[in-house]
T-cell receptor
């Protein structure tokens, strides 16, 4: 059974204070790791997909990295508009190919 | 471009009442999904439809039924609502769940309270 654990559950940062969110996973074989952003009262919105260890993707102040056991979402010089819940999901080679989601990290960036 | 549209946005039911949550996508996607999201539990898959004409159970299917009406529409029915079904329900679609880059696009959600 695929397992995804995100940490921390909640993170408060000051504007400009860089940090990282963690997503640890256990799968029989990784077919893809996804990061989504969810704003309050809205559905998740796709950010990145990573497929193999060593891969990195960037978008504005966000950078996602992947190892064989975990992924990090690095946030550089965050702004208040980066406040959201960040969800990680993994897709394994077996079964239905549908991603398993972690519980998310709630990020609040104070001005 | 509407993407994934869910109706209603909010609903309050009494225990034992039934209702259908509607979902439609305009991206010509093959695969559609229903999730529920509860505090501290993350997104849990209720049912999915890999393609038109097929449906399969997810992680938490008990108490729910689904219908893939056509390629665009995928509905979720609660036959006899229970307080444990109080949650936020999300519909999602993707081009095809078998593709390597299976990006899911989500609706805005339906907030359901069962009293």
């Amino acid at each position: 059974e695929d397992q995804v654990t995100q940490s921390p559950e909640a993170l408060r940062l000051q504007e400009g204070e860089s940090s990282s969110l963690n997503c640890s996973y256990t799968v029989s074989g990784l077919r893809g790791l996804f990061w989504y952003r969810q704003d309050p009262g809205k559905g998740p919105e796709f950010l990145f997909t990573l497929y193999s260890a060593g891969e990195e993707k960037e978008k504005e102040r966000l950078k996602a990295t992947l190892t064989k056991k975990e992924s990090f979402l690095h946030i550089t010089a965050p702004k208040p508009e980066d406040s959201a819940t960040y969800l990680c999901a993994v897709r394994s080679v077996g079964g239905s190919y549908i991603p398993t989601f972690g519980r998310g990290t709630s990020l609040i960036v104070h001005p | 471009n509407a993407g994934v549209t869910q109706t209603p946005k909010f609903q309050v039911l009494k225990t034992g009442q039934s209702m259908t949550l509607q979902c439609a996508q305009d991206m010509n996607h093959n695969s559609m999904y229903w999730y529920r999201q509860d505090p501290g539990m993350g997104l849990r898959l209720i049912y999915y439809s890999a393609s038109e004409g097929t449906t399969d159970k997810g992680e938490v299917p008990n108490g729910y039924n689904v219908s893939r009406l056509n390629k665009r529409e995928f509905s979720l029915r609660l036959e006899s609502a229970a307080p444990s079904q109080t949650s936020v329900y999300f519909c999602a679609s993707s081009e095809d769940q078998l593709l390597a880059k299976n990006i899911q696009y989500f609706g805005a959600g339906t907030r359901l309270s069962v009293l």
